[in-house]
């Protein structure tokens, strides 16, 4: 991999969706930035791979991860916020401590880790922004998915947001909302694992979309498992 080759950074990357899409990006010539909140299970030595420390709840971690990237491959060209923690509470049983950490993992980190990043993809030829956020941020299923719908919503409303600010630049942000995908966090799902989306079937949507030029800007890619009456 040559030394011009583009940078991603992927947040929440030690396991399921964020591990995949490493791996997808890596094997297309990508350089990878990691930033994990524990080691990863497997660490193997390659070239252009970077694990980094990165905790959601901790903004000064985000800005260490972001210079770690720069002084060892001098360039960022992507940012995937995909870290991210389940609620299972209603919006009447959810308490203002668990309100505050899922909003702050969800919602409030993406925000502060794009504005850190924010020079360097400006600074790139096409700058992306994918933030994995879920069709819960399109809808709400069921009573006990409210709180997490609601920091969804706001992760939703901050790419479109940003898509306003980007208006004047080359970079471009999108919003994949899958439902179910075969993760630890839908483990407690009663589905089939096979059945559902797979990471790797993110993975090759947010290649594509750091594939696509300037001039073809999505704002979001919603991901059915099975048909759904509400979208």
């Given at each position: ?42 660490r ?56 505050d ?107 594509l ?9 999505i ?9 759904e009456?509400?979208?």
């Amino acid at each position: 991999m040559s030394d011009d080759a583009p940078v991603v950074m992927i947040s929440g990357a030690n396991r399921g969706i964020g591990a995949a899409i490493a791996e997808t990006l890596h094997a297309a010539g990508w350089r990878v930035s990691l930033g994990c909140r524990s080691e990863p299970a497997e660490r193997p030595e390659r070239k252009d791979w970077l694990v980094c420390h990165y905790d959601a709840l901790d903004s000064q971690s985000g800005q260490a991860w972001v210079e770690d990237t720069i002084r060892v491959f001098g360039r960022i060209d992507a940012l995937i916020n995909n870290a991210g923690i389940l609620s299972r509470s209603s919006v009447l049983e959810a308490s203002s401590d668990e309100f505050d950490q899922v909003m702050a993992v969800n919602a409030k980190a993406p925000m502060l880790l794009t504005q850190q990043v924010w020079p360097h993809l400006v600074d790139a030829e096409q700058g992306k922004v994918v933030s994995i956020v879920s069709l819960s941020g399109k809808r709400v299923r069921s009573a006990g998915s409210g709180l997490y719908a609601m920091s969804k919503f706001a992760a939703q409303a901050f790419v479109h947001g940003l898509r306003q600010c980007s208006a004047e630049t080359r970079v471009r942000a999108t919003a994949i909302c899958p439902g179910f995908v075969a993760t630890d966090m839908a483990a407690g799902a009663n589905v089939e694992a096979t059945d559902v989306t797979q990471p790797e079937d993110v993975a090759r949507i947010v290649r594509l979309l750091l594939e696509l030029p300037p001039s073809a800007g999505i704002a979001e890619v919603p991901v059915n498992w099975r048909i759904e009456d509400t979208i």
